[in-house]
């Protein structure tokens, strides 16, 4: 398997453009964790999803952030409009859940984002 | 989620054991700890977790103190690509696995030549 896969692996904006972050998870996997990473804040949860539906979106920053997982194999965060303060690495992660069973979170290269 | 206090940062020359403490004085009967580190400009990676007995994979050691209000990660041989963020969580688990990592400030760990 290939692992977690993000695109684009770095993208740079001016601040007011919309951006768009992608995430494949491994194959199996029916848990989807989007993270945010930043000096000041370190690694904080935005977002995440159980077979597709969103679990806990309470780290979303604000109503700019958007991210949805319109199957099991594809997501997708979405800044609308972008600031310089979202500039930061956004990690998307995946994992298994099942019952009694623990599987790790198995989390992808990352996408380094600059607004200007 | 219990919270955990580990040293900002640490070294260790290669080949030998390095040995990272974190603390955990409010941890629950049903919490576990995790350990992940993160090397730079990478993704977390999992290293391995534990409940009250050790544990050891092929990655590293746990050794978690009977009361359970401590632990620590052993790299018995660590080389310089060990050099990484060391992140001690402690959460539910196992059935809550997939729940959110809380990730705190780390243990810099750096691998000295």
Redesign the interface.
Known sequence: DAGVIQSPRHEVTEMGQEVTLRCKPISGHNSLFWYRQTMMRGLELLIYFNNNVPIDDSGMPEDRFSAKMPNASFSTLKIQPSEPRDSAVYFCASSFRGPGVFHEQYFGPGTRLTVT | DAKTTQPTSMDCAEGRAANLPCNHSTISGNEYVYWYR?IH??????II?GLKNNETNEMASLIITEDRKSSTLILPHATLRDTAVYYCIVRV???G?????????GTQLTVLP
Do not use: C, E
């Open positions: 993160q400009s990478q993704g977390p990676q999992y977790h688990g196992p059935s696995s997939a729940r959110q990592l809380t990730f705190g400030s």
